[in-house]
């Protein structure tokens, strides 16, 4: 067993972990947007894990941060019950047995896969880099114009939010 297996087999039980927890255990909004948290971190893990370092940053950058933090004021800003809800267990235990018969499913189809062909093999390059140059030479009218979309989407919720303060 290599340490990058390792890491791989921990990343994937975080993500994996995160997710169900997200799903199915957790009672409390917070709870369960905490939880996805974990779900982003290591999905950007394994991001780290393929030398895809510019996405593993985006994603911890923009999903475990900032999408998170949304999540986060847009659940202190509304209201909702303090009491989690009952659910019945018959419907939860259906659920657990259809997900854990794909889970095997998914496991013997993967084992049993034959793969052939040379592994993929590392070019040096930086893949910073190489984004860097496409997103600066040949893709600036696009990147301008989503910049342009983000600060008037972000001045028509300043704008919303401050006539919906005016008429309280």
Excluded: C
């Amino acid at each position: 067993m290599s340490l990058q297996f390792i890491a791989f087999f921990i990343l994937s039980l975080v993500t994996v972990g995160g997710s169900v927890f997200m799903i199915s255990f957790g009672q409390q909004v917070i709870h369960q947007v905490i939880a996805l948290a974990f779900s982003f971190l290591g999905i950007a893990g394994l991001f780290f894990l393929l030398d895809a370092e510019f996405v593993g940053i985006t994603q911890i950058l923009v999903y475990s941060g900032s999408i998170t933090i949304l999540m986060l004021f847009g659940i202190m800003l509304t209201r909702h019950d303090p009491e989690p809800e009952q659910t019945k267990k018959g419907p939860r235990i259906f659920s657990f047995a259809v997900v854990a018969a794909f889970f095997v499913i998914m496991f013997i189809g993967i084992q049993s896969m034959n793969i052939i062909g040379e592994p993929a093999v590392y070019s040096g390059q930086s893949n910073v880099k190489e984004i860097g140059l496409q997103l600066f030479t040949e893709n600036v009218i696009p990147f301008e114009l989503t910049s342009v979309l983000l600060l008037v989407a972000m001045v028509g919720a300043i704008v919303l939010a401050k006539r919906e303060a005016d008429d309280q």
